[in-house]
């Protein structure tokens, strides 16, 4: 036996022990087994074992059990507060739609569930007293840094087209590389995507999106994010004819993407959608090529794309206000940031920022200086910040019965008031202060009758 080390929390050692007390085997498996193997730190500790699902149960009948996943041999139990999943050793039956297992059949064998699972470095199991149980040949896998499929690629993939993406998903975030079967039946296999649940390509895609590998794995299987994004398709080869650009509109996305500095989602999100109108607006005239107007498109095919794969509309609204401003200049003086600070949250101007940097590294090489604005913006947005300044109505010194007090009549002149003052005191062309609003908000009145 392997002499491997893996140290486990505590709430996992105890779950393995509880198991093997009452007579079944137990061991972590998957992700955790791999993470901790990489020296990075486990998302979650998932656990088979050989007990059956109502003998998990009935070994943690002392604990809260949630049974939601028990068709399929999965138990969670609380254990310290953790949730921990447990999961009978199972093989999957016949796969007949290319996403799910007909049957599922209980094993007393960890070869079956091993043999179940998608690549060699995803079906290591793991036990601090019995050690690595490796049957794919997993630890080499990894030390090659290499994804393989477990088994025939090709049949892996018939069974579940999602792993096409879970693969590429893998290979980017441990930036590791596609062994060449595998490669091989990925793309010849690709258009199984176009039938698995729209969830589920988003989560996988978001964490491929997120990995360090990201661009080179987009650029190397763009004909398999294709297949869920036909959009940036059409930017392959998209010429932009114009000096200001040296690459067409994918190749100038990915340089973009290449020089993003942080792994957060909708950064990334909001840099690999930014152009995606382009292709739909181009026009020529002597000077070369034009794209006026490819912003609102943009907006309108993010929001397409983002709905189509079930994205909260939280995030589609956030992310369309990244690509429509994604091209205007952001002037660097109060008035124009405060005007930023009212339509877009802190974070997500950084966003906006990071946007505008990247984009910008990705031109033509003598256009390639970033705008003095990025970094005077935080900046101003500081000092904004720290002076508490009022951005809002509700931030406004003088509020609607105020108003009525002085004799302003409520209804729709009273909200244009209010907004006047808004404005003006944004503009700093008024100080927040009660007395002045009010004898401004009375001469407002004046002139609106
Ligand atoms: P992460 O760090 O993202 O959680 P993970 O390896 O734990 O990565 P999960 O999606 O949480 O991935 O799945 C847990 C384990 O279940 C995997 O390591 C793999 O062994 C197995 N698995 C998950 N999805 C599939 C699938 N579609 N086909 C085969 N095995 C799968
Ligand atoms: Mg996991």
Request: proline share 3%.
């Amino acid at each position: 036996m392997e002499q491997i080390r893996i140290s486990v929390p505590n709430e996992i050692q105890k779950v393995l022990d509880r198991l093997e007390a009452n007579g079944h085997e137990a061991y972590i498996v998957g992700g955790c087994v791999r993470d901790s193997l990489l020296d990075r730190t486990p998302n979650d500790w998932d656990v088979t074992t050989s007990a059956l699902p109502t003998q998990i149960i009935e070994t943690f009948f002392d604990h809260r059990v949630i049974e939601t996943g028990i068709k399929h041999g999965t138990v969670a139990v609380i254990v310290e507060g953790q949730q921990i999943e447990i999961t009978t050793y199972r093989s999957d039956g016949e796969y007949l739609d290319n996403r799910h297992p007909a049957s599922v059949t209980f094993s007393k064998n960890i070869r079956d569930d091993l043999s179940r699972r998608d690549f060699t470095v995803n079906a290591m199991a793991y036990h601090p007293k019995h050690g690595l149980i490796d049957l794919f040949d997993g630890r080499r896998d990894l030390s090659n840094r290499v994804i393989r499929c477990v088994g025939q690629a090709e049949k892996r993939f018939e069974e579940d087209g999602l792993r096409i993406l879970r693969a590429i998903r893998f290979a980017s975030v441990l930036n590791f590389r596609v062994e060449e079967e595998t490669a091989r039946a990925i793309h010849s296999h690709s258009s199984l995507l176009s039938g698995i649940a729209a969830e589920r390509i988003r989560e996988e895609f978001c964490k491929l999106l997120t990995g360090v590998g990201a661009v080179r794995i987009i650029r190397e299987y763009m004909d398999v994010i294709s297949v869920f994004l036909p959009e940036l398709a059409l930017c392959q080869g998209f010429d932009q004819n114009t000096k200001y650009h040296c690459y067409d509109v994918l190749d100038h996305t990915l340089y973009a993407l290449d020089e993003c500095e942080t792994d957060d989602l909708l950064t990334r999100l909001s840099i690999l959608f930014h152009d995606i109108g382009k292709p739909h607006c181009y026009t020529e005239d002597e000077n070369g090529g034009h794209f006026k107007g490819h912003a609102p498109i943009g907006v309108d095919l993010t929001e397409q794309i983002l709905r189509r794969l079930r994205f909260d509309n939280d995030t589609v609204a956030r992310m369309k206000l990244l690509v429509e401003l994604h091209d205007l200049p952001i002037a660097p003086q109060r008035k124009s940031v405060k005007r930023l600070m009212q339509k877009l949250s802190d974070e997500d101007i950084y966003r906006l920022l990071e946007l505008k940097r990247c984009d910008r590294l990705a031109h033509a090489s003598f256009f390639r200086e970033v705008p003095p604005e990025i970094f005077r913006v935080p900046e101003i947005m500081q000092q904004i910040r720290e002076e508490a300044a009022c951005l809002t109505l509700a931030d406004l010194a003088v509020k609607g019965g105020d108003l009525l007090a002085i004799g302003i009549p409520a209804g729709k002149g009273m909200g244009e008031i209010l907004n006047l003052l808004l404005d003006a005191v944004i503009e700093e062309r008024l100080a927040n202060e009660r007395e002045a609003l009010l004898s401004y908000a009375k001469q407002l009145t004046f002139d609106q009758q």
